[in-house]
């Protein structure tokens, strides 16, 4: 009897799994149809992919919104620029305002994405499609500056790079998990600088405190805040010096809106991160870890 019972239950888990279709091996995550197309997803794959990207930035808007990561193009930067994209465009919505869709542009060629194998696998292991996603040789921030219609709200970064100092009047917002490089008498700009393990944890923060539904309804989303945070703070292990109250807070209400098990979770993005098997060049390994360099911190960058 107990054998027929766990011959039924694999029959039925086989057939979910090829109505799935196969997920990659070793992955923690198995997508539901539920959230096969959530509104998160049609968000990157529609109202802020490269495409609608590009008409909003070349067309007569009076404000276009843009979130933009840091030039280190990581996985937080990443996930950072694209979850606070979608928070701030539910937030209009549910003001009732007609804003352009606020778009998330990775800061880093898109040559550069296919380098962060911790990326690969988090994307791939949430179903989410990276090709839509607007990267920074994707689109031309310079049309609507011109026109004074951008609008820059910065994630995982505080101070603009050398060779983005020309969008220091259009910066409106900064959340971000670094030391404050800002001037300290720039109060035009709303900023949200606080110590953490990951700026996804800030911007997780937001949603649970502001948008609660949009977590219930965006498994995918929450996958992908959670996964970050997990290999930011080394799967919130306080030895590890990289974790905050505030995280290990915001990862465990994070927890309870979709079932992963962080023992499987981190490791494998850590090995996706750290793996030498991924067989980088020296000149891709390069590409992957380049920082700016600056020659003050009294320097506007």
């Known amino acids: 009897p107990i054998s027929i019972i766990i011959n039924m239950m694999i029959i039925r888990w086989l057939g979910e799994y090829v109505e799935r279709g196969r997920p990659e091996m070793g992955s923690w995550i198995v997508v539901s149809k539920e959230d096969a197309r959530t509104d998160f997803k049609k968000f990157l794959d529609d109202r802020a992919s490269v495409e ?5 930035l070349e067309g007569p ?21 694209l979850a606070l994209a979608y928070f701030d465009e539910q937030k209009s919505k549910a003001h009732g305002k007609t804003n ?18 911790d990326a690969t ?6 179903d989410v499609d990276t090709i839509s996603i607007p990267c920074i040789d994707d689109v031309d921030l310079s049309t609507p500056h011109a026109k004074g219609t951008l609008r820059l709200t910065l994630v995982t970064h505080n101070a603009l790079n050398p060779n983005q100092t020309d969008y220091l009047p259009d ?56 996964g970050v945070i997990l290999l930011e703070t080394v799967n919130l292990d306080p030895e590890a010096g990289r974790t905050t109250e505030k995280d290990s807070d915001v990862a465990a209400r994070l927890g309870e809106y ?6 499987i979770v981190f490791p494998q993005l850590q090995s996706a991160r750290f793996n030498p098997s991924t067989t980088l060049s020296a000149y891709d390994l390069l590409r992957r870890d380049y920082r700016d360099a600056v020659e003050s911190p009294d320097d506007v960058h």
């Open 121 to 126: 696998q988090l994307f791939a292991d949430c």
């Open 258 to 263: 979709v079932d992963i098990d962080p023992t």
């Open 52 to 56: 609608s990207a590009r008409q909003t």
């Open 100 to 117: 352009p869709t606020p778009i998330p542009v990775i800061n880093a060629p898109r040559s550069n994405l296919e380098l962060l194998r």
């Open 171 to 226: 910066v409106v917002g900064i959340i971000d998990n670094h030391a404050d490089e800002t001037r300290a008498d720039d109060r035009s700009v709303k900023k949200s600088i606080e110590e953490a393990g990951s700026c996804a944890t800030l911007v997780a923060a937001r949603f649970l405190q502001q948008m609660p539904h949009a977590l219930e309804s965006n498994p995918d989303l929450v996958r992908l805040l959670l």
């Open 61 to 81: 808007g009076e404000r276009v919104q843009v979130v933009l990561g840091s030039q280190t193009g990581d996985l937080d930067s990443v996930v950072s620029a």
